[in-house]
DNA sequence: GTTACGACCTGCGAGC
DNA sequence: TGCTCGCAGGTCGTAA
């Protein structure tokens, strides 16, 4: 599942095969993969057709391509996006979506999602604070740990003025960007805090060794190309990353703890799971 | 204004 | 063997 590790190394990726290179044609196979484009996908086709691409940016788990006419090409992986580049004579991907060409003869580029719940449109750039713009739907995302203008203490203040669970609020993007479900377990294992912990509980001290912790896994993750379980998610050259094996809470319930040794147990959060160590991360006083 | 929750979507594995 | 059902989860719209 693609979190902000493993979109920056997509990003990382493409702004090495793609910036400074003219899209010539593109195909669009699934409607829904431009839904966001409410102009449609021929409109889509339309207009990034012959545009050249500037620069590959990202903040928390959106990514977009600047082009060259004040517009960018917005993407999001969703659970199980793809951003290939590929040989223009590979076989297509099964779930292949979009698919974009240059003018160079170049590698294409290919947007594969097998669910669908990622997607391309091109939106307007807007000019928010630092000199930065970003395109429209991207505006409310708060920034991610990982950007240099990321401010700590509106984190720690926001999180503890929120009356929520600490997990709901962490994965909040508008508080903090890039955390997903398995960065959520992983940082609340670190800094020992039960998911379900009452946000206007957290101790200065305790949010701001969560902000540590969020910060240090995804910092590790990043530099070992992303986390990954199966073939959903890869880089741009179709290889998976290798920060599964370093997992301490996500997926391993019934496994011993590897701090003290308690079988790490799943519980069932807002429609999805949560993984815990019944002893390091104990149930807050109020729930038990 | 803030928080919670369901819908969206497809492939896979378990159970019958 | 083949069918049904539950699960995976990021974002958004809507309800409370």
């Keep these: ?6 979109v920056e190394v997509v990003r990382r990726g493409l702004d090495k095969w793609v910036t400074g290179r003219t899209i010539e044609t593109t195909k669009v196979s699934h409607s829904r993969a431009t839904r966001n484009h ?3 996908p021929k409109d889509f086709v ?4 012959g545009r050249t691409i500037t620069s590959v940016n990202r903040r928390g788990k959106f990514m977009w391509l600047n082009l060259d006419d004040d517009h960018a090409l917005v993407t999001h992986l969703g659970m199980s996006g793809q951003v290939l580049v590929q040989p223009l004579d590979a076989e297509p991907e099964k779930h292949l979506r979009i698919r974009c060409t240059f003018t160079d003869g170049g590698r294409a580029m290919h947007f594969v999602d097998q669910r669908t719940f990622g997607g391309m449109a091109i939106e307007e750039l807007v000019a928010t604070d630092h000199g930065q713009y970003l395109p429209e739907p991207v505006q409310h995302i708060a920034r991610d740990p990982l950007d240099p203008h990321f401010d700590p203490e509106s984190f720690i203040g926001g999180i503890r003025k929120k009356r929520t ?4 609020a962490i994965l909040d993007q508008t508080l903090i960007s890039g955390i997903g479900n398995i960065y959520a377990d992983e940082s609340l294992w670190r ?3 039960h998911w379900a912990m009452p946000t206007e509980r957290l101790t200065r001290a305790q949010a701001t060794e969560l902000l540590r912790h969020a910060t240090e896994v995804m910092t590790e993750a990043l530099a070992q190309g ?3 379980f199966d073939a959903l998610y890869v880089n741009v050259n179709g290889e998976s990353g290798y920060f599964s094996r370093e997992l ?3 997926g391993r319930e019934d496994e011993p703890c590897d701090r003290c040794g308690s079988l790490m147990v799943r519980e069932a959060f807002a429609n999805r799971s949560s993984f815990r160590c019944p002893k390091c991360q104990r149930t807050p ?3 038990s």
């Design 46 to 49: 339309k207009r990034l057709n």
């Design 191 to 193: 800094s020992k805090l």
């Design 1 to 6: 599942m693609p979190e902000l590790p493993e």
């Design 248 to 250: 301490n809470a996500y």
């Design 285 to 287: 006083r109020t729930l």
């Design 165 to 168: 669970q600490v997990k709901r």
């Design 38 to 40: 409410v102009a449609g």
């Design 226 to 228: 992303g986390t990954s």
